[in-house]
C-alpha cells in the first residue's frame, strides 16, 4: 500500500504561504517567491508543459512529487478562492487551467457539495464535504497502491497531520522571509517528527520528515 | 578581518527558545530538546568538559562554532535572568558556571551598568548598555582579525539582523514542534538570505545562510 505524504514550501520564518491572500493573490505578498527554486527546473517545467531548464540537486525532488502518486487531496482554498458557496454559471473550475499538473483524482475540503468536476489530463476533482478522514480515505481507495499527495495549503496539510493521517512530509525550506501568512507547523497536535534526510540544493534545502503518531 | 555570525538551534515550527521560559527553566518547556542532537556528540561533549560520545555529520558543524571565534555578543537573558537590575552581594554570575564555554570576551546586551566579569578559563562578561550596535563594534574590536560569534537568544539575533550587522547564520534545524516560546525569524527588517549550503546529520539539519543587506 501506498503513504500519504506531501512536498510542502516554506519560508525560513515558516509560512507556506504570504500575508494578505486573495482571490487575485493566492499565494499572498511574497508568496511566489517560496516556488521560484522550482521553476528554473527542467522538471518542473516539464511537469507544466514547459521547455528549456536546469538539472541539479533539486530535480529528484520535484520528479519525486509526482512519482507514484494515485490521488491527492487538497484544500479549498488551493482547489480556487474563498470559503463561500459555488458560484457562477457554470461554476468556477478553479486556478488549475483546463489541464491540472495533478492527472489523477484529487479531493478537495469543502463546506458546499457540489459534482464531480473532470477535466482534461485525467485530473478530476471531488468535492467532500465530511472532513479530511473521508478525504484521505477516498484518495487511499483511489490511489490503490500508489501514494496520495496532500497538496495543500497549510491548514490541510495540518489537518491530516493532527489527524494522524500523514506518514511524511518533504519541508523545502527556501531562504525568504515573510513576516505574516499562513504557518506550517502550527497545530499539528502532538505528532512529533524523525529526520530522515536532507538534501542541500541551489537556493533551497529539502528536508524529509517521518510523521509518527 | 573576521565575519560576525551566529549559531543558532531551532524548532520545525521555527522557535530558538519554548514557552513559559524563566529562572527556572530558561530554555523554556520542551527547549532543551532544540539541544539535543548536540548532546551526545564528542565534539560538543569535549568543549563542555565531558568524556566520550560520537562523531558523525554534526560534529564539524559543532567544532566550527567555537573555531576562529575572538569574542561574543549574547543577551542579558541568555546571560541569566530576566530584564532587571543586578541583585545580590557578590551579583547574580549568570548560568555559565564558573568556567564558561566561551573562553573569549561576551558582550553581553543590558539596561543596566555593571563592571566586567572576569570568569575562568578566559571568559570575560562585559556589560553593554548602549545598544547592539556599540556592543558589536565593541567585539569587533576584541576579536581583532577573528570572528564574532552572535550566541543569541533569538531577540539578539534578530538586532544583529535588523541593524545590518550579522554576516551569516547557521541555523541547527530539529525535528521537534514548541508551539510557542521565542520566534527566531521574525521582525528582521528588510533582510534577505541566501543559501551557502547545508548538511544532513542524525536527528537534525544544519543550514548556512549569508545575510544580504
Given at each position: 500500500m501506498g503513504i500519504v505524504r506531501c512536498h510542502i514550501s516554506v519560508s525560513l520564518?515558516?509560512?507556506a504561504a504570504g500575508p494578505r491572500q486573495s482571490l487575485e493573490n493566492p499565494l499572498g505578498e511574497g508568496g511566489e517567491g517560496l516556488h521560484r527554486w522550482a521553476f528554473e527546473l527542467d522538471a518542473w517545467r516539464?511537469?507544466?508543459?514547459?521547455?528549456?531548464?536546469v538539472t541539479n540537486a533539486s530535480s529528484a525532488v520535484v520528479e519525486e512529487v509526482t512519482a507514484n502518486v494515485g490521488a491527492g487531496v487538497m484544500g479549498r482554498s488551493m482547489f480556487g478562492g474563498g470559503p463561500g458557496p459555488w458560484r457562477g454559471d457554470p461554476p468556477w473550475r478553479g486556478w488549475w487551467g483546463d489541464d491540472p499538473p495533478f492527472h489523477t483524482p484529487v479531493f478537495?475540503?469543502?463546506h458546499h457539495e457540489r459534482?464531480?468536476?473532470?477535466?482534461e489530463?485525467?485530473?478530476t476533482f471531488h468535492f467532500v464535504t465530511d472532513g479530511v478522514d473521508v478525504a484521505v480515505a477516498r484518495a487511499r481507495d483511489a490511489a490503490g497502491d500508489r501514494d496520495v499527495a496532500v497538496h495543500g495549503g497549510a491548514d490541510t496539510v495540518q489537518q491530516t497531520i493532527r489527524a494522524g493521517?500523514?506518514?511524511?512530509?518533504?519541508v523545502h525550506v527556501t531562504p525568504l522571509t515573510l513576516g505574516g501568512g499562513s504557518r506550517l507547523f502550527e497545530d499539528v497536535g502532538d505528532a512529533t517528527f524523525e529526520v530522515v534526510g536532507a538534501v542541500?540544493?541551489?537556493g533551497v534545502t529539502?528536508?524529509?520528515y517521518r510523521v509518527v503518531r
Open positions: 520564518d515558516g509560512y516539464r511537469e507544466h508543459g514547459r521547455d528549456g531548464g478537495v475540503l469543502t459534482a464531480p468536476l473532470e477535466m489530463g485525467g485530473t493521517l500523514l506518514d511524511e512530509i518533504v542541500d540544493a541551489p529539502h528536508v524529509r
